[in-house]
Structure formats: C-alpha cells, structure tokens
DNA sequence: GCAAAAGTGTTGGGGTTACACCCATGG
DNA sequence: CCATGGGTGTAACCCCAACACTTTTGC
C-alpha cells in the first residue's frame, strides 16, 4: 500500500568533462518507454528518508548514495493520471566505481543509462524541469559541499577536479590560480600515487582528506 | 475537494532588533487551540503557486506577499490523523504596513499573532522544525535577495539594516566596515528625508532601488 | 550639558586575477 | 622528436577586518 506522492531521484556524475545524470526507461504506462529519472511511489508508512534509499535502489541498483532533498513538484498537469507530488532528491556518484552496478532491481524500469546532461532524450513528466533545478542548486553548493567529492573517483587529478568546477560553472578556470586555491584549501591530500595508461605525463592524483574537510567547512 | 497535501507558510518580520514569525491559533482538531505556522490543504485542482497565496491570505488576511518554496515534509507521524505531506513555503513581510491587516479571513484560524523568533509557543505538528530550516535558509540567501527588503520599511536607515543582517546572522557588525560594505552594492538610494520623532540625531532614510538590485544581481 | 545614536577614514593583510613557459611521458 | 597535458611564480589590485572620535538632536 503506497501513499499518494513518489519520490525521484537526480542521479548526477561526472565523466569525460561533461557532467551525467542517470536516466530509466519506464517499462510501465503512462510514459511507457520513455526516459525518465529514477522514481516511484513512497509506502504509507515509510518515511522519505528510508524511501529515497529504497525507490534509487530498485530503480537503479544503487545503494547507499546520499541525497539531499530538492523540491517538491506538483504542478496539476505533471501526471497524466491525476495529480500526483512528486519530492525530488539530489545525489552525486561518481561515474567509474559503479558504472557495473547500474541495473534496475525492479521490472518497472526496463533500463538505466547515463546521459550527458547536454544532450538529454525527451523526458517523462516535468523530469526535464527537475533536472534543471538541480543544475541551480549545484551551481550554490559546490564548495561547500563535501558530496562534490562524490562526483569524482576516490582518486583524482588536479585537472580532472578543475574541469569539473569548469563543468558546473559553465566558463574555464586559470590552471594556476586554480591549484593555488585549492592548496589553501587544506583538505586535499596529494598521494604519491600518478596516473596510469595516459600517453603523456603522469599526473599526480589526490584525495579528499574528510577529515579535514569537517573540520576546515565546519568552522567557515 | 481537497488533494491529500497542505502548504505551510512561514511568514518572517522584523521588529525590535529580533525577527519575528507570524502564527495562527488553531480553531480545530488536530491540534485545536495551539498555535502554528498558518496553512490549509491545496485544493485539487490548484496549482501551488495559487494555493500559497490563497492560504496565506484566508488564514492571515495577508494578501500579495512573495513566498519561496522552502522543503517538503512528510513524516509519517507528523500529522495525527495519518501521514499527510506538507510543501512549507517561505516569505518576508515588513512588520509595520501590514500590522492592521492581519486578521484571519477563515474561521479554521481564531487568530493570527507576530511571536520572536527566540520566544516561541509550543507549536502544533512539526512546525517547529519548518521554521528552524526557513532560519538556516534565511542565512544562506542574506543579501543575495530582494525580499530582504520586505523585512523592512520601505524607507529605512542603515541602522536598522545593520541590526537586521545581525539578527539573521547571529553576530554583531562593525558599524563603518558594513556602511562601506553598503555603499559599494550601488543600489540603496539615500533619501533627502530623516528620521522623525526621535530623541536624538535624526538618521538619514535610504531605500532599495529595485531597478539597480536587478541590475546587479542578475549579473553577480 | 547630557544622553543617545549618527556619521565618518585609514591601514594592513589576505585573497583573487592576469599572465607564459618549461617539463615529463609515450608513441 | 613531436604531441599532449602536467606543473610552476609574481605583481597589481581589491576586499575585508580592525579600530575611536566628533556631530547632531531632544530633553
């Protein structure tokens, strides 16, 4: 037995300097074999925080990725059937360490698929505007948000980094003065680990050092 | 008829150096006789941007006011008669001009009443909650806004919008840093009128120039 | 004249911007 | 040896924080 309202999920990641979000096709009416993003209907008794983990679960195969609330959505007209409120989430994962593991669980959805954020298919209910919103609010939060993080591998490279700002922001960024921010920054810690299989210099990969960051973010 | 989910709506002022939350005395069951945010159920067929405005105003007498969509919730407790979502909605009004006007239109509502934030009831259902996150939004999106202003008189003196960034932020500001701070943003526009009736140097009154703020705004 | 708040500048330090070349690696 | 991205410093400027006294007004 399920409420009235569903939960969906924006799944974003990054790869290959654009920034992805994670799409299902619907294998249910309405909008049957339409792309959407990731949703469905929360239990009567089941609060939203366990839902969103459930419905990206079953949706997608993904566990344990943390979502922040966006908004709600309702506009009368967004579900053919009625209306039905929608909350939407926001996560970030990032795109290599669980490229394997994107399978729906449910038969609702026949699919799941990255798709570069520049060149979405058309999309089931207002999935397009919800999307559009959580490119806003990443645009105020990157800085200050420690999931940024989640966005890249565990290990990663200064220019990788540098284009992702670059992809959120939507203008280029000068290399130098990029790197010297993030050295005053204090929370990322150079490995003495380089980059592996590239025809050029190696780059030096680093990580988010959580400790710090708490510690550094929670006082600024 | 009505759909299966209310809208909240946190009404913010400023007055006497503290910001204040305009709450309404509940007239029925749940929680007949305490106070809470003002809100109602959205009706089937309305979309919410409608529904905000038509509640704020039945339950307040409070027509025209801006409000911004603040979160979602949906505990499963949180209302007594089952889980019932709620889209809490944020606005600012200036504590002054609408003093007189706020009589509830409804008779779900007995009475509607400014509180200080730090001197609050117990409030029904999860309200409490819902205005703590409008406080840490209120934060976030300090001077960034034009709505700020509505905290205000039309005409106001600097001082008045000094105590008021304190009483957002928690913390006291040097009062030459903050005029400067002021005098570079370009758009408060000082008046050739002054403060009447008080017992010591008249302050000057500046108000926002909406144009301007635009103007600037929309390209920082 | 006194109480109460208005109004006003300067300095030092920290952060941001603009800008160009050499280095290491694989093919 | 060439193509590709990795890596590095300095100077000008701007913004922010710290700090105290004089002015105006009503009573």
Known sequence: MHSQFTIDCVILSFDNGTLQVLLTERNEYPYKDWWSI?????????????????????????????????????????HPEGRILTVAYLAFVQYDS?????????????????????????????????INKSL????????????????????????????????????????????????????LKPLDEYQKGVSYRAAKLYKLDKRKFHKVIGQG
Chains 1, 2 share one sequence.
């Open 38 to 78: 990731p949703g469905y209907f929360v239990d009567k008794y089941e609060e939203m925080e366990d839902a969103v983990y459930r419905i990206c679960h079953e949706m997608t195969g993904l566990k344990n990725i943390y979502m922040d609330q966006l908004a709600a959505f309702a506009g009368v007209k967004r």
């Open 98 to 130: 669980i490229k394997s593991k994107i399978k729906p669980v449910s038969t609702y959805m026949k699919q799941a698929k990255w798709f570069a954020i520049n060149d979405l298919p058309d999309l089931a209910f207002d999935h397009l505007e919800i």
């Open 136 to 187: 806003g609010r990443l645009k105020n939060t990157i800085s200050y948000s420690a999931s940024l993080y989640e966005l890249l591998p565990e290990k990663f490279t200064l220019t990788q980094l540098q284009l992702l700002h670059e992809a959120i922001l939507g203008k280029t960024l000068d290399k130098r003065n990029f790197r010297k921010k993030i050295n005053t920054l204090g929370y």
